[in-house]
């Protein structure tokens, strides 16, 4: 599968905004990453100044992975079918925090192990439904998690979800996961990707206790086996060791940057989908900003691999797109700094150095 060339961020936007910033009334760099927030959301916007981002998205991909099934996670796969459940009623912690920051959350069944045609399964909407490839993903330290076809129907189905949000009017929007397990495949994804050993890369996930860890850590290596000598197929390296929620999260991402939409990023298990997203579509990690550094150490070797500095480090490690939404609010006081404080000369104050006001 093939995206078009990757379009940057509009560079004569982010010139004017960084201009800008030197006419407010404050020392120059004063607001820190703040002042850089805004220059990249100017430059997405591809106008200065920029606005407040006005329909912020959140789509949260959830998918089961047959790896759960070998003690890698604290929960019973059966917790991800529950959870749609839960973002659908508004319960979950990413609809609490969306709904602080004003974004919209939307869950998407593309590989929960359930039928829907089961009396025992959530009901769920088609919205949910309708681009669901498969029932979880292969135990991937003994099979590969898709197949070749299914791997770009997941693909494909990322790339559906990004143009429908855009084009419902989504201005910004943010990837969340859920899957019991997700970590395992997204840990061997970023030490494949970064030559990282397996040991490296093994977190506490959902809370796993020591024996839990070693299993995951067994886990990790036997997959990143299967997975090291393809890693210069992105499309072979997720059909192997990936599964069809983070293919169609890589899907999602780089559609999102093909259609000139920017992305908060998540933690590791949308990281590592990141980290896919820019093999297949090079150049579109500019359109994105790390809403926060997972205490899972495979989200910091992303967030190196991806040369993105995270704007938040809150200890957090749930996924659901809930530290991308937290981070939310401070991209839009960004925004809102350069759009609506005062310049020197429209509040009649010196500028630096005493410098004279400008006249006329």
């Known amino acids: 599968m093939q ?57 949260v991909f959830a998918g ?11 929960y019973p796969s059966e917790v991800t079918q529950q959870m749609v459940g839960n973002f659908l009623s508004g319960g979950a912690a990413v ?40 029932r979880g993903s292969g135990a991937i330290h003994l099979q590969d998690a898709l197949t070749d076809a299914e ?6 189905a990322g790339v559906t979800i990004a143009d429908e949000e855009v084009d419902r009017g989504a201005d910004l929007l943010v990837a969340g996961d859920m899957g019991i397990g997700n970590t395992t495949p997204a ?13 490296a890369v093994v977190g ?30 992105p499309l072979a390296l997720v ?11 890589a899907g999602f991402l780089a559609q999102a940057a093909v259609r000139r939409t920017p992305v908060i990023l998540d933690g590791v298990v949308v990281g590592a989908a990141a980290m896919l997203a820019e093999e297949l579509a ?22 190196a691999h991806l040369e993105l500095t995270p704007i938040l480090d809150l200890g957090m490690r749930l996924g659901e797109g809930s530290g991308a939404v937290v981070a939310l609010p401070l991209v839009q006081m960004a925004v809102r700094i350069l759009a609506e404080m005062a310049t020197f000369a429209d509040a009649g104050v010196s500028g630096p150095a005493g410098a004279p006001l400008p006249t006329g």
Not at 43 to 53: E, L, M, V, Y
Not at 204 to 227: E, F, S
Not at 239 to 249: C, H, N, S
């Open 204 to 233: 506490r996930g959902t809370g796993i206790d020591d024996a839990g860890w070693m299993r995951k850590a067994a886990a990790i290596r036997d997959a990143l086996r299967r997975a090291r000598p393809l890693i210069a197929d």
């Open 95 to 134: 609809n609490v925090l969306a709904a602080v920051a004003g974004a919209s959350v939307r869950v998407v069944d593309v590989a929960v192990d359930c039928d829907a045609a089961d009396p025992a399964t959530v009901t769920a909407p088609p919205l949910v439904t309708r681009h669901k490839v498969r």
């Open 187 to 199: 840990s061997v994804l970023v030490a494949a990707l970064t030559g990282t050993e397996p040991v």
């Open 282 to 303: 090079p150049g579109a990690r500019q359109w994105w900003v790390a809403g926060h550094r997972s205490v899972e150490p495979a989200h910091t070797l992303a967030l």
């Open 64 to 74: 089961d992975h047959g790896i759960a099934a070998h003690g890698v996670s604290a």
């Open 239 to 249: 059909r192997t060791a990936g599964g069809a929620d983070i293919a169609a999260m």
């Open 3 to 59: 995206f078009p060339r990757i379009t940057p961020p509009d560079q004569q936007a982010h010139r004017e905004a960084v201009a800008r910033h030197e006419q407010l009334t404050k020392p120059p760099g004063s607001l820190g990453r703040l002042e850089e927030l805004g220059v990249w959301a100017t430059a997405c916007q591809g106008a200065c100044p920029p606005h407040p981002f006005v329909r912020p998205q959140v789509v």
């Open 151 to 156: 791997v770009i129907q997941a693909l494909d």
